[in-house]
Each structure stands twice: as C-alpha cells, then as structure tokens.
C-alpha cells in the first residue's frame, strides 16, 4: 500500500503488509506526518526486546566457555584469590591475616567471543617462614578481570591489602584488607572478608597457625607462633541472555 493518511489508517492486525510498506509517523512538534517501513518498524521493535536468561554456569577451576548458539549477550560475575596469612614466631610476635579477593562484574553484549578463556585464581599460600602467597587474578578472557588479595608478611605484620584494581565490566569492588598482627599475647590478624564471607580465622596464642580462608576469595589467618593460613581460591558465574 502506499503512503496513508492517519484517518485512512486501520488497524494493523491482519493487515495485509509487505515490508517495503510505508506508515505514517506524526512528528507533533514539527505538526507533519513522515514514514517508517514495515521492515524498520519490525527490526527496531526486536532490537528493543527484552533479553531472557536461560543458561547459567559456575566455575571454581579454570576452563574454556564455549558460547551457545542462542546467546546474544552474558553477565558475568567473578572473584580473585584470596591471598595468604603470614607467619608469626612467638606468641608476642603474631602476624596479619591475607587479603581477600576483588569482585567485578560485567554486562557484555559485543566483543564476546565463540570461546573465553576462564581463569581462576588460587589461593595464596599460607607464610611458613618466607611470607605469604598473593591471590591469583580471576578473568573472563580479557572482558573482566578481578585481581587476588595480597598475602601477609610474617611478625607483627600489618593486614595485607584486599585485591583491587582488576579491568573491564561495569563495577568492581577491592576485597577486604586483613587484619594486623599483634605485640602482646592476644592473636593473629584475621583474613580479609571477600563477597562470600569473613576471612579465615587468625591463630590464638598459644603456638596456633591461622586458620585458610574458606568462602570464595577470602583471606587466610595470620598466625600465633605458628603458620598462616592459605587464602581460598576464586569464582566466577556467566549467566547467558538471548
């Protein structure tokens, strides 16, 4: 059909239209009417159309994500390693808890491609006299990367730093700093808490090594006379839209 006047337009359902048809647009400000194809009406309308969600993967190991057929956008959340405990060698010369974890997110509806390479961070070890291991960088390819927490040195340490500073995605939070060793007779720092969790618990005097972190990206304790505890390894959850 040709270009209509809006009084000679009917409704549309059960019209009888080809894509190259024009329909009237009334442009109020200018107070003229302009036009629009079928075609461009419908494509601008599928463009606009809510995503659905209908896959959802988690990973606590590296891995390869293979893209699905369907999948036209991802979200993507993850967490680095969670950095060690340091090492204290008397009870009046206890140690810091290991940083925790950065989180990042991300919304990505370009630039993905048929494979990512998934990389998890590790946990960083726990002191046992050369101080601690630093958390491993968690990463979706190179779209989103959250960086480990870092591991504590020995003897009335100060609480090592949370993760921080990772790339990519739309927000990021640094992991919780561990807490500080001790010069008196009451105990490690504790690990830094991650999204997930408190960090592992610090040695108690007494001759006691820090306790690993166990929620995802946290800290491990520091220790009392003892070794610090190992920082938990990182995560990751793509979600995928079509």
């Not at 009917?10 to 075609?39: C, F, Y």
């Amino acid at each position: 059909m040709a270009s209509t006047k809006i009084s000679d337009l009917t409704a549309l359902a059960g019209a009888d239209s080809a894509t190259g048809d024009l329909l009237p647009i009334v442009d109020v400000d200018a107070a003229e009417t302009k036009s629009i194809t079928v075609a461009e009406l419908s494509a601008s309308i599928s463009l606009k159309a809510p995503l659905g969600l209908f896959k959802v993967t988690v990973y606590t190991a590296g891995a390869t994500w293979t893209k699905d057929a369907a999948t036209v956008a991802v979200r993507v959340r993850l967490v680095g390693g969670g950095g060690g405990g340091g090492k204290g060698t008397a009870e009046t010369k206890t140690a810091g808890g290991g940083g925790a974890g950065e989180y990042a997110e991300g919304f990505f509806d370009s630039g993905i491609g048929a494979t990512e390479t998934v990389t998890i961070g590790g946990g960083g070890a726990g002191s046992t006299g050369a101080n601690a291991g630093t958390g491993g960088t968690t990463s979706f390819g190179s779209l989103l990367t959250a960086l480990g927490g870092v591991g504590s040195g020995d003897d009335l340490s100060v609480g090592a730093l949370g993760g921080s500073g990772g790339t990519g995605g739309d927000f990021h939070a640094a992991g919780g700093n561990g807490g500080p060793g001790q010069n008196v007779d009451a105990g490690a720092g504790q690990g830094g808490a991650s999204l997930f969790g408190s960090g592992g618990s610090p040695g108690p005097t007494g001759g006691n090594a820090g306790q690993a972190g166990v929620p995802y990206g946290a800290g491990g304790g520091g220790g009392a006379n003892g070794n610090g505890g190992a920082g938990a390894g990182g995560w990751m959850i793509v979600e995928e839209y079509k």
